[in-house]
């Protein structure tokens, strides 16, 4: 059976308008991706599994979908490849509507999780059975193969079948099967899943670096945000089918648009609580948290009377008995140069921040042992601040100017 990188490997418009004919294409063309309040609603279901997508892709940019699973991300791509109906909306490849147009007439190609790869053929002839199908000429097809080998370092295993190869190895050939057909748009379906930790880093730089050198459109499907923030131009972030923020990583991770974004981009990931707002601030036991007055106003209107804040790991630091929130150690993870230190809030009255679990990033010369009693402190100007209910960003800035203060309960 073929997959769907196989399937519509002929499918470009012949240069000479007549069907059937293959002409080879000069270098590998570029195309925008449009999604336009693309909907799919699976039969049965009653709430959409992706519902209204907007999104923009440019020329040659790397795109990232992440979010947990079952957020539509992955159902994302397959109505990009044809293989899943949009319900609603419409999809453009370039200023051509593919909405309703089969898999092998939109010039896409796909790499899959498991590879894919046709266990009785070499390497050589899985990267060349695409064109090979679509009648490409025998040099043609030979140069292709031969520059798509040396870009992925495959050369040395091109007469080898896919039971001799490692893990790493074989996704480089799925991946040489898929630039071989020099398509507008790659597509690829977390394709790193089946590696090892270390093989992952490794091979998701080399993914990296080709798309730069190639500089094809490509949308990459991930539930790993690390993945996603080291890899991607841009990312969007999906939930439950709709899109929660798009941005470059360090936009997501810097000014995340609400509470989900928060919890999601990062790791370990940002300390989020809930405080009571007292006297025009946060107050977490006896002390502080400072709230711009624009967010006081936001949240005033909306008649709460909590704010939720946020501090990454690195945002919170170790100072003395007097100045911050005491927690106790539970694990310290030692990464060498610096560690990750979990710890449980133990603030007397403070019964609903009690017990709730912190981390914090220490250096290798401030690492506490287990069961010891710290204290925290964060920088407020690396506070984050959202609506307790909506989850919505509250403006942050301007949080600094005011100083914590300890008040005697």
Same mark, same amino acid.
């Given at each position: 059976?073929?997959?769907?990188?196989?399937?519509? +490997?002929?499918?470009?418009?012949?240069?000479?308008?007549?069907?059937?004919?293959?002409?080879?294409?000069?270098?590998?063309?570029?195309?925008?991706?449009?999604?336009?309040?693309?909907?799919?609603?699976?039969?049965?279901?009653?709430?959409?599994?992706?519902?209204?997508?907007?999104?923009?892709? *440019?020329?040659?940019?790397?795109?990232?979908?992440?979010?947990?699973?079952?957020?539509?991300?992955?159902?994302?791509? &397959?109505?990009?490849?044809?293989?899943?109906?949009?319900?609603?909306?419409?999809?453009?490849?370039?200023?051509? @509507?593919?909405?309703?147009?089969?898999?092998?007439? &939109?010039?896409?190609?796909?790499?899959?999780?498991?590879?894919?790869?046709?266990?009785?053929?070499?390497?050589?002839?899985?990267?060349?059975?695409? =064109?090979?199908?679509?009648?490409?000429?025998?040099?043609?097809?030979?140069?292709?193969? /031969?520059?798509?080998?040396?870009?992925?370092?495959?050369?040395?295993?091109?007469?080898?079948?896919?039971?001799?190869?490692?893990?790493? +190895?074989? +996704?480089?050939? *799925?991946?040489?099967?898929?630039?071989?057909?020099?398509?507008? $748009?790659?597509?690829?379906? #977390?394709?790193?899943?089946?590696? @090892?930790?270390?093989?992952? $880093?490794?091979?998701?730089?080399?993914?990296?670096?080709? +798309?730069?050198?190639?500089?094809?459109?490509?949308?990459?499907?991930?539930?790993?945000?690390?993945?996603? =923030?080291?890899?991607?131009?841009?990312?969007?972030?999906?939930?439950?089918?709709?899109?929660?923020?798009?941005?470059?990583?360090?936009?997501?991770?810097?000014?995340?648009?609400?509470?989900?974004?928060?919890?999601?981009?990062?790791?370990?990931?940002?300390?989020?609580?809930?405080?009571?707002?007292?006297?025009?601030?946060?107050?977490?036991?006896?002390?502080?948290?400072?709230?711009?007055?624009?967010?006081?106003?936001?949240?005033?209107?909306?008649?709460?009377? #909590?704010?939720?804040?946020?501090?990454?790991?690195?945002?919170?630091? $170790?100072?003395? /008995?007097?100045?911050?929130?005491?927690?106790?150690?539970?694990?310290?993870?030692?990464?060498?140069?610096?560690?990750?230190?979990?710890?449980?809030?133990?603030?007397?009255? *403070?019964?609903?921040?009690?017990?709730?679990?912190? $981390?914090?990033?220490?250096?290798?010369?401030?690492?506490?042992?287990?069961?010891?009693?710290?204290?925290?402190?964060?920088?407020?100007?690396?506070?984050?601040?959202?609506?307790?209910?909506?989850? =919505?960003?509250?403006?942050?800035?301007? *949080?600094?100017?005011?100083?914590? &203060?300890?008040?005697?309960?």
């Amino acid at each position: 059976m073929a997959t769907v990188s196989d399937a519509h +490997q002929g499918s470009r418009t012949p240069h000479n308008g007549s069907s059937g004919t293959y002409l080879p294409v000069k270098g590998i063309p570029m195309a925008s991706v449009t999604f336009d309040r693309a909907t799919r609603i699976y039969p049965g279901n009653t709430l959409p599994s992706v519902d209204k997508f907007d999104l923009e892709i *440019a020329d040659g940019e790397f795109l990232v979908l992440v979010g947990p699973s079952g957020c539509g991300k992955s159902t994302s791509l &397959r109505m990009l490849a044809g293989l899943e109906e949009c319900n609603e909306g419409r999809i453009l490849i370039g200023d051509k @509507d593919v909405t309703n147009l089969a898999a092998k007439d &939109r010039d896409i190609a796909m790499v899959f999780q498991n590879y894919a790869l046709y266990p009785h053929m070499t390497v050589r002839d899985n990267m060349a059975f695409a =064109l090979k199908i679509a009648g490409a000429p025998k040099d043609e097809i030979a140069k292709r193969v /031969a520059e798509a080998a040396k870009i992925l370092d495959l050369e040395p295993y091109l007469e080898r079948k896919p039971k001799a190869l490692s893990g790493g +190895q074989r +996704q480089r050939v *799925a991946m040489g099967r898929a630039i071989v057909r020099k398509p507008q $748009v790659f597509l690829m379906d #977390e394709p790193l899943s089946n590696l @090892d930790a270390k093989l992952r $880093v490794q091979t998701r730089t080399q993914i990296a670096r080709l +798309q730069r050198q190639l500089g094809v459109t490509t949308v990459y499907v991930t539930h790993d945000q690390v993945e996603a =923030l080291t890899m991607g131009d841009r990312i969007c972030v999906l939930k439950d089918g709709i899109k929660q923020q798009v941005g470059t990583p360090s936009e997501l991770y810097e000014k995340p648009a609400n509470v989900f974004v928060a919890g999601f981009i990062g790791s370990p990931a940002m300390n989020i609580f809930d405080v009571p707002i007292v006297e025009g601030e946060g107050r977490l036991g006896p002390r502080g948290i400072p709230v711009p007055k624009a967010a006081l106003d936001e949240l005033d209107r909306q008649g709460r009377k #909590e704010v939720t804040v946020g501090y990454r790991p690195e945002a919170l630091e $170790v100072v003395g /008995a007097d100045d911050g929130w005491p927690v106790e150690v539970v694990v310290v993870e030692d990464l060498g140069a610096d560690a990750y230190v979990y710890a449980e809030l133990k603030i007397p009255g *403070a019964t609903d921040a009690g017990g709730k679990e912190v $981390v914090v990033r220490v250096g290798r010369d401030a690492k506490p042992k287990r069961g010891e009693i710290i204290n925290l402190r964060g920088k407020h100007e690396n506070l984050h601040l959202f609506d307790p209910e909506t989850g =919505l960003r509250l403006p942050s800035r301007g *949080a600094s100017d005011r100083r914590e &203060r300890t008040r005697d309960e």
